[in-house]
């Protein structure tokens, strides 16, 4: 049986709805939505056989208790997760193929943006499946809806995942704030990369570091010590892909 997740807010659910609509099992909306009135929103959820719920905000506000729900909620299938090696072969051939690996991020509004940063980059993830923020909904919204544009992949154990990597021709890159070679993206251009990012406070196991082809820092000021992991995930895509 398959796990059902919660996807909250318009963006992420209207979305969902044009790209993965036989994902969707029950669909609410607020009574007295503008949606009720939506030509584009009734032809789509009729197209898809989605019946339409209406309920009062109160019912929402049980619903979604830590978020911003906007009045409609979708109840669908979780998001497939690849493995590794569905992963090689999406990308078999792909010279250019570039994927972050998340060690141990369990912030879901730092997993959404940084899946939002990968879909503007087009970059993959891959995650492992303990210690690691859920595909909720949370992180959908988080995400603007980009969670369905991007491939994430669910590993078991990141460094026998970087090990794998590497057997397939990838540079692995760890970002770290004390290493002294500073990110350059003209070193990864045209190259397999992936990019490894510590998890929020402990940063990158010692294990993992020994792991990467090379630790790279982001140049900063002095008096600043660190970057939340989802700006220096935006800041390395962009070096690499400009």
């Known amino acids: 049986m398959k796990k059902e997740n919660?996807?909250?807010?318009?963006?992420?659910v209207l979305d969902l709805l044009k790209r993965e609509p036989s994902r969707i099992k029950k669909l609410f909306v607020k009574d007295g939505s503008e949606l009720l009135e939506d030509r584009n929103f009734l032809r789509d959820t009729s197209r898809a056989k989605?019946?339409?719920t209406t309920a009062d905000n109160s019912f929402f506000n049980?619903?979604?208790?830590d978020g911003n729900h906007q009045g409609i909620v979708a109840i669908c299938e979780e998001k497939k997760l690849l493995s590794l090696t569905e992963y090689?072969?999406?990308?078999?051939?792909?010279?250019?193929a570039l994927v972050v690996l998340l060690d141990e991020i369990q912030d879901t509004h730092n997993f959404g943006a940084i899946i939002r940063n990968c879909a503007a980059f087009g970059a993959d993830v891959i995650v492992a499946d303990r210690?690691?923020?859920?595909?909720d909904g949370n992180v959908y919204k988080t995400s603007a809806g980009t969670v369905d544009l991007v491939n994430i992949v669910?590993?078991?154990?990141?460094n026998e995942a970087i090990r794998k990597l590497k057997e397939e021709k990838f540079w692995v890159y760890g970002l770290d704030g004390e290493a002294k070679e500073v990110l350059d993206g003209k070193d990864m251009k045209g190259e397999r990369s992936a990019i490894v990012v510590g998890g929020e406070g402990a940063g990158m196991r010692q294990e993992t570091k020994k792991l990467c082809d090379k630790l790279i820092s982001i140049p900063m000021e002095k008096d600043v010590e660190?970057?939340?992991?989802?700006v220096s995930v935006a800041i390395t895509l962009y070096e690499i892909r400009r």
Request: hydrophobic share 40%; charged share 25%; aromatic share 8%.
């Open 6 to 12: 919660y996807i909250f807010g318009k963006h992420p």
């Open 62 to 65: 049980r619903m979604i208790r």
């Open 50 to 52: 989605i019946r339409i």
């Open 131 to 135: 210690r690691q923020a859920p595909v």
């Open 226 to 230: 660190s970057l939340n992991a989802s």
């Open 88 to 96: 090689f072969t999406l990308v078999d051939g792909k010279e250019d």
């Open 154 to 158: 669910s590993v078991s154990n990141i």
